[in-house]
């Protein structure tokens, strides 16, 4: 399978608990994203990363959400002191970053999405 | 800030009957435009995008979309619809990336399409 993988595919944790998520990008990527999906809604954008530099970030990422891609391959968004408001599907996608530059559009490609139920 | 609408919630149809999902945004600017679809028990997958050129973009499995500029608008058609496309339909717009640089894509609250047999 050559798609975009995370792991775990869902997660159950108490309130107050640290959890952290994992996204695997298609391979030669350089663009990874992750988004936050609630029951009939449609994905929410959390952050982007190009390579290792974290260049977006929205304001739905709180102090308490992190996110790192630390060698420009996977990258991990952990949340800690998990409240009940943080139950969500969350989504990560990748993009290819053609050589046209940093203007030029480019498809994301998303996983299957981690399930978090905080209890 | 961007916003994306799907007024259609709920689409119900009968196999062979044409569809016509609603997207508008709000966004003055250039835009990339796509909708992707999300099977029973999958991910999401991208049908169409919309880049610039041609304002009617064809997709895979038949679908198409038609971006109009003038009307903030990006529905997405099928002339004959078949069970199999039963899914939950999103319209994402991506605007400002020549502007600014932003990538985030911003979604509409999707369409969810039952094709009856």
């Known amino acids: 399978d050559t798609g975009v993988s995370q792991n775990p595919r869902h997660k159950i944790t108490k309130r107050g608990q640290n959890v952290t998520f994992r996204c695997d990008p298609i391979?030669?990527?350089?663009?990874l994203y992750w988004y936050r999906q609630t029951l009939g809604q449609g994905p929410e954008f959390l952050t982007y990363f190009q390579n290792e530099a974290q260049l977006e970030k929205s304001r739905l990422l709180s102090d308490r959400f992190s996110a790192e891609r630390p060698k420009g391959s996977f990258s991990t968004l952990e949340i800690q002191r998990t409240e009940q408001g943080d139950s969500a599907m969350y989504l990560c996608a990748s993009s290819l970053g053609l050589a046209g530059g940093p203007r030029v559009a480019d498809t994301q490609y998303f996983g299957p999405g981690t399930r978090l139920t905080v209890l | 800030a961007q916003s994306v609408s799907q007024h259609n919630h709920h689409v119900i149809l009968s196999e062979a009957a044409s569809l016509e999902l609603g997207c508008n945004y709000s966004?003055?600017?250039?835009?990339?435009l796509f909708w992707y679809v999300q099977y029973p028990g999958q991910h999401l997958q991208l049908l169409l995008k919309y880049f610039s050129g041609d304002p009617l973009v064809k997709g895979i499995k038949g679908f198409e979309a038609e971006f109009i500029k003038s009307k903030f608008s990006f529905n997405l058609r099928k002339p004959s619809v078949q069970w199999s496309d039963t899914a939950e339909y999103f319209c994402?717009?991506?605007?400002?990336?020549?502007?600014?640089?932003?990538?985030?894509?911003?979604f509409g609250s999707g369409t969810r399409l039952q094709v009856q047999p």
């Open positions: 391979s030669e990527h350089n663009r």
């Open positions: 994402a717009v991506n605007g400002g990336l020549i502007r600014t640089g932003r990538r985030a894509l911003t």
């Open positions: 966004y003055g600017g250039t835009v990339n």
